[in-house]
């Protein structure tokens, strides 16, 4: 089935510094990908639909300034975590979908991010 | 406010039983319902799907039943495997390629 790679796995940092997350579609073309936080016992939240070539859209209450998604290409999107602070720790998650996978979003395996 | 719920936070089914995971949801307009699996520290992988149109979907021990009228959806898992035991998350969507999540089920399949 299709595979979705997401690096760091976990990252640790100090607070201030930014950390970029890559989410990659590995053997499709991922016209649109998602990205997730997930807070422990709850939910995954998404926070942004990133689009190949477009702008993202966010969900209400997540920062665009602070979570900067770039979709440059159909297999690569990245979240990118500016001035990480550490109300931001979290489990981040991505998936994608494409066209011939519509019905279905494939995630990745998810980044650990703690900010000391 | 919770569009998709899963009011039960763990279950846990003796190996050869059946499991039984529920899924309720408030927003009508919602037309294409998933089930995910999810092991620790890995991303959910999809699992099961049922669109509006239909009240039953089966896929080998895996069945989902969907009650609209109720805006209910339930997972059957028979016979319960211990490999089974991983958090199940039920997802709903009312346009293509956006998903809300219920904050998921834990699932113990005890051997």
């Known amino acids: 089935g299709a595979v979705v790679s997401q690096h760091p796995s976990r990252v640790i940092c100090k607070s201030g510094t930014s950390v970029k997350i890559e989410c990659r579609s590995l053997?499709?073309?991922?016209?649109?990908m998602f990205w997730y936080r997930q807070f422990p016992k709850k939910s995954l939240m998404l926070m942004a639909t990133s689009n190949e070539g477009s702008k993202a859209t966010y969900e209400q209450g997540v920062e665009k300034d602070k979570f900067l998604i770039n979709h440059a290409s159909l297999t690569l999107s990245t979240l990118t975590v500016t001035s990480a602070h550490p109300e931001d720790s979290s489990f981040y998650i991505c998936?994608?979908?494409?066209?011939?996978?519509?019905?279905?979003?494939?995630f990745g395996s998810g980044t650990q991010l703690s900010v000391l | 406010d919770q569009q998709v719920k899963q009011n039960s936070p763990s279950l846990s089914v003796q190996e050869g039983r059946i499991s039984i995971l529920n899924c309720d949801y408030t927003?009508?307009?919602?037309?294409?319902f998933l089930w995910y699996k999810k092991y620790p520290a890995e991303g959910p992988t999809f699992l099961i799907s049922i669109s509006s149109i239909k009240d039953k979907n089966e896929d080998g021990r895996f069945t989902v039943f969907l009650n609209k009228s109720a805006k209910h959806l339930s997972l059957h898992i028979v016979p319960s495997q211990p490999g089974d035991s991983a958090v199940y998350f039920c997802?709903?969507?009312?346009?293509?390629?956006?998903?809300?999540f219920g904050t998921g089920t834990s699932l113990t399949v005890i051997p």
């Open positions: 997802a709903a969507s009312a346009r293509a390629n956006q998903f809300y």
């Open positions: 998936s994608a979908g494409g066209a011939t996978t519509n019905e279905k979003l494939f």
């Open positions: 927003n009508s307009m919602f037309d294409y």
């Open positions: 053997d499709f073309q991922a016209t649109t």
